[in-house]
Each structure stands twice: as structure tokens, then as C-alpha cells.
């Protein structure tokens, strides 16, 4: 598999908002330098614990301080914009980036109902929405876009079931998580949705094949023991998210340790964790080799994330050199 990171733009507890976006910045240099392929940014808007709202902004600062290693958005939630001012927003990121740029677009809705509001989200449909966006890049939509992209801007669907039924309409790659890849339940729901993409899948300009990328939380550490605790952070993030509607920057793992949980929190944490691939690297390898022969992946799109931006840079490292 090729490999790739995505970086959410973390927010930490008891720093600004802006040291999770230099944080991403630097990170992204040093996964150019380890040989990754790729390095995605994501889309939240209104969550005190991620940073990154903007991808094309923050993928502009990523191009200016990289000159190989490929950029990419996962993604942009299409509900919240205009194809065409995502287009022009992509197509003006590859006069900085030429050829370097990939465009992951999904649909998933603001976290809350006052984000929902303020983001003025209404019913779209997506996949005219995609299709439009595509003939805007690519010179065929009725009114030609300006500046028009230094090179192709391929385009990827972040993909549930619905998701993976118009990619494969569409002739476009996907990338996937969450439930469909079966970490921490039954594998099988995951293979026939993507058994199902293959077979519907209708070729296209950029993609003539069918192309899978998987995407999940991954770390690694000299130890397991030590690789649950990298787990720690986002672990008890999401149960506090899940049990109070406030997903929170990342504490060290000695304040989670120490915070008390619920039984229903320390359940969520659990469930979270499970859906990680932690370990050390022989584990990480044995786990990461079953998920590739399952799924047909092409590319792990790993999205680990931790409090400690040290232990996070060797995990990266380590990644990198068990996939080099």
C-alpha cells in the first residue's frame, strides 16, 4: 500500500488554536522527508478540539513548505459549499502545488445543530454536486472557470454505503473507515459494500480502475502498553464528545488517567480504542497486512493523533519505515 498521513489539525489543551495549525504544517514537512506519498487535512467547523476549517487555506501553507509529497483535502464537506468556489479554490492551490493536489470531498453534516445553522446547510444533492464540480475542473461546465488548475486536480469520495454507490456512478476513488472496515466488529458488511463498488463501478478519465483507500487511527510505539497510552487522549476526546456533545482538545494521557469517567464514558473510550491500530511495529504490521488483503487497498491513509507531538513524530517515523 502506498502510504499517506491525515492531520486534523488537533487542537491541545492549554494552547492557542493557532499551534495545531503550525503543529500540522510541521508535520506534514517531516512526512515529506520520512516518504510519505500524500498528506490530507480535513474540514470541521465549531469544534473546540480541531483546528483545521479551512483545507484550502491550510493546504496553501502546506505547499510552501514542501515540494514533493502530494496534498490533499479529506476533505471538503461538499454540503457547505459551491462547486464552483471549491473549484476555483483547489484550482488557485495548484499555481502554488502543480501536479501535487488531490481534492477528497465529502458529506457529512456541521456538529451541531448551531453549526448546521450558521453553515446554512440545506438538502443537496451530492452527487450532482460532484459531477458538477468535476466538469468545472476539468473545462466542460457551461461557464469556464478561472484560474483554471495547473494540471489535473483528481477528485476522491469519502465514502459510507451511499457514498461508495455514487463513487463508483461517478468513476471516482474512495476513501473509507469507520464501520466498513470491520476493526472492531464484523468484517463482512465492509467486504460486500466494497465487493459492491467494484462491480458497479463504471471507469472514467481519471480512473479507469476501481481504487480503494483505507483510513484509520494508527500508532505505534516500542510497546503495546505504550501505544495504548498514545491511544489515551483521543480515546476519552470522543467519549466526551459522545456523552456531553463537546468534542475537547487533547489532554497529556497522566490528566486522562486521572479524570474521572463514567462507566458509559470508559465505554465509548474503549470502543474508540478498538478501532485504532496501535501496537508495536510487528503488530502494527501483522493488523495493517489483514486489512490490505481484505479491503484491495491501494493507499492507508493513517490518522493517528495524540497529545504529545514527540511521541507522534516517532510514531510517524516508525509508520513510515514499516511501510518503506
Do not use: K, N
Not at 55 to 81: C, D, E, K, Y
Not at 82 to 99: I, N, R
Not at 205 to 213: D, G, H, L, M
Amino acid at each position: 500500500m502506498r502510504l499517506s498521513l491525515l492531520d486534523r489539525s488537533r487542537t491541545r489543551a492549554g494552547e492557542p488554536d493557532a499551534a495545531a495549525l503550525r503543529g500540522t504544517v510541521e508535520r506534514a514537512v517531516a512526512a515529506e522527508r520520512l516518504g510519505y506519498g500524500r498528506f490530507w487535512v480535513a474540514e470541521h467547523h465549531g469544534v473546540p478540539g480541531i483546528a483545521g476549517a479551512a483545507p484550502a487555506v491550510l493546504l496553501a501553507a502546506v505547499a510552501g513548505r514542501t515540494t514533493t509529497i502530494r496534498l490533499g483535502s479529506a476533505g471538503v464537506m461538499l454540503p457547505h459549499h459551491q462547486p464552483l468556489v471549491v473549484a476555483e479554490q483547489f484550482a488557485t492551490l495548484t499555481a502554488f502545488a502543480p501536479g501535487r493536489v488531490d481534492l477528497g470531498l465529502g458529506r457529512s453534516p456541521g456538529f451541531t445543530p448551531p453549526v448546521r445553522r450558521a453553515l446554512r446547510e440545506a438538502e443537496r444533492d451530492f452527487a450532482a454536486d460532484l459531477a458538477e464540480l468535476r466538469a468545472h475542473l476539468d473545462g466542460t461546465a457551461e461557464i469556464t472557470m478561472h484560474p483554471r488548475p495547473a494540471g489535473d486536480v483528481p477528485m476522491w469520495v469519502l465514502a459510507t454505503g451511499r457514498g461508495l454507490e455514487v463513487a463508483a456512478a461517478l468513476g471516482l476513488p474512495v476513501v473509507v473507515g469507520g464501520p466498513l472496515l470491520g476493526v472492531a466488529g464484523d468484517p463482512e458488511p465492509g467486504r460486500q459494500a466494497l465487493a459492491r463498488y467494484r462491480r458497479a463501478y463504471r471507469p472514467s478519465e481519471q480512473a479507469p480502475e476501481p481504487e480503494v483507500a483505507i483510513s484509520l487511527d494508527v500508532l505505534v510505539a516500542d510497546t503495546a502498553a505504550e501505544a495504548a497510552d498514545l491511544l489515551l487522549p483521543e480515546a476519552w476526546a470522543m467519549a466526551q464528545a459522545r456523552t456531553t456533545g463537546v468534542f475537547p482538545p487533547l489532554e497529556p494521557v497522566a490528566a486522562v488517567e486521572a479524570a474521572p469517567m463514567t462507566a458509559v464514558q470508559r465505554r465509548h473510550a474503549e470502543r474508540t480504542a478498538a478501532t485504532a491500530v496501535a501496537g508495536t511495529a510487528s503488530q502494527v504490521a501483522a493488523r495493517l497486512a489483514e486489512l490490505a488483503e481484505r479491503t484491495g487497498a491501494t493507499e492507508l491513509v493513517a490518522a493517528g493523533s495524540t497529545h504529545d507531538r514527540t511521541a507522534l513524530a516517532a510514531s510517524d517515523a516508525a509508520l513510515a519505515g514499516l511501510l518503506a
